[in-house]
């Protein structure tokens, strides 16, 4: 079985991949998707800095650095959460 796939959400790419048998989402691609920001590091960078701020919880640490196909072509390490992550910050 392949273990990355490309995911559509509001005709978003989202890009997941299956680490521990669960699928794992890019956060950036994730939040790109849900914001529309123009730029989602960004985004992504300043959400984490407000949390850490407002509520002493480093969205890092629930996050795994795992590899996947960035828009150049090479596999970099990129934050990922799965599907029970906002169970732990909810």
Do not use: H
């Not at 890009?15 to 992504?44: G, H, K, M």
């Amino acid at each position: 079985m392949e273990n990355t796939k490309i995911a559509l959400f509001k005709g978003k790419t989202i890009r997941r991949i299956i680490y521990q048998d669960e699928w794992w989402f890019s956060v950036i691609d994730v939040c790109e998707a849900l914001t529309d920001s123009v730029n989602p590091r960004d985004y992504w960078f300043k959400m984490k800095i407000r949390v850490k701020t407002e509520d002493g919880l480093e969205l890092s640490t629930i996050c795994r650095q795992l590899k996947m196909k960035a828009p150049d072509g090479k596999m970099r390490e990129t934050d990922c959460a799965n599907t029970l992550i906002p169970e732990c910050i909810g």
